[in-house]
C-alpha cells in the first residue's frame, strides 16, 4: 500500500512538473506562433472562419505557400455568416487557391523593407558578446535627422515594425529596425529573459546609431520590446531621448496572472510560474540564462524614468490587459496615453491606423538634433 501511495504521489509530482514547465514555457519560449486559418480564394475575395481575429476591422496580412512565403494583403470585411468571414483581397504575391489551405493570419501589412523604400540596408548590428544582430535600415531625409530604433517583441519578426517604421519614414527620420538575441529573426537563444538581458542588445543598437551620426535617437517597442528599453533606461536612463510603447508589456507578474486566469486556471498556478521562472534550478530546465527578478520586470512600481514616453494600447487587447498600460502611465508623469479603438494585441496599427499615425506623426515632427531636457 505504502508503494502505491508513494507511486501515486510521485506521478502527480511529475504531472505537476510537466504542467509547470509548460506554463512557464508559455512565458518564455522563443519559437514562433502564428495564428493559422484554413481560407480559400471566393471571385476576388478570400474565405475564413469567423473570429473576433479575422472579423477585426483593418487591413491585415495572410502569409501562405508551402513554407508560408507568399503574402497576401487583406481589406474589409465584405460579408460574414454564423460561421465565415469574406473579405477583400488587395494584393497578392501569388496566386491564391479556391480549394482550402492552411494560411497564418498576422498584422504583418507588409511582406518586405522593399515596400517602404527600395533603398533599404540590409546590415548587422555588432553585440558585445562578438555576435552580430541583423537588422534593417531606413536612410531618413537629412543625417542631422534623429533616429528611430524599432524593437519587435517576442515570437515574432521586424515585419511587425514596418508599421512604425512607415510612419518614420514619413517623418523624414532614419529608421533602424533591429533584432534581439531570441527575437524572431535574431541571434539563437534558448529562452526569453522578457528584458532582463536583451536591454543590453537595444543598448548596442543605440550605440550603432550614435557611431552613424545620430545626434538623438528614439525608440518604439512593441509588446515585448518594451522591456529592453525599459530595462535599458533602468541600467543608462539617458541612453535614448525618446520613447514609445505600442501594446506595452511593462508588467510581467500581472500578464502571467492574467494569463492564468484566461486559461481558466487556478490562481496559485500564477505563483508557481513565476517561482519556477525565478529558481536557478526549475529556470535552468526551462532554458532560461538566469532566473527572472519579477520585481524588476514590473516598470511601473520598479522604474522612474525621465524620457518622454508616448503609450499606444487599446482595451481590446486580451493578451495584456489595458488596466496595466493605465497603471504604467499613471506611475510615470512623462508618460502619456493614446487609446485606440478596440483591437486585438498588437493591432492597433490595424484597426485604427489614422490615430496611430496621427500619434507617432506628432511625436516624430518635434524631433530636434538637441537632446531633450529632461
Known sequence: MIAIVVAAVAALGAVAASMLRLLGWRVVGVEPRRKTVTVRRVGDDIEMPKSALTLAAGNYGLWFGEHFERHA???????????????????????????????????????RPAEI????????????????????????????????IHVQGIRTSRLVTLRSVEVAQSA????????????GDGPAASASTLGQREWSDLADAVAYARSRGAAAVYVVAWSMGAGLA???????????????????????PQIIRHGVRAAGLPEFAATAVTWALGSRVAGRVMGLPAPLDFDRLAWGRSLKTNVPVIV??????????????SDFVAAHPKATLVETAAAPHGWEANVDPEVFRSALMSWFASHTTARLAP
Do not use: C
Not at 119 to 148: C, H, M, N, Q, Y
Open 230 to 252: 525599459l530595462e535599458l533606461l533602468r541600467h543608462q536612463p539617458d541612453a535614448f531621448d525618446r520613447l514609445v510603447l505600442i501594446a506595452p508589456a511593462t508588467n510581467w
Open 172 to 183: 523624414g527620420l532614419t529608421s533602424l529596425a533591429i533584432t534581439y538575441r531570441g527575437s
Open 73 to 111: 494583403l487583406i481589406g474589409p470585411v465584405a460579408g460574414s455568416d454564423e460561421h465565415r468571414v469574406i473579405r477583400r483581397v488587395l494584393k497578392t504575391t501569388a496566386p491564391i487557391s479556391t480549394e482550402p489551405f492552411e494560411a497564418q493570419w498576422t498584422g504583418h501589412v507588409m511582406s
Open 117 to 148: 523604400d527600395p533603398d533599404w540596408e540590409d546590415i548587422k548590428v555588432p553585440l558585445r558578446d562578438g555576435t552580430l544582430a541583423p537588422a534593417w535600415l531606413f536612410r531618413g531625409d537629412s543625417p542631422d535627422a534623429p533616429w528611430v
Open 312 to 325: 499606444v494600447h487599446s482595451r481590446g487587447d486580451e493578451e495584456i490587459p489595458f488596466q496595466i498600460t
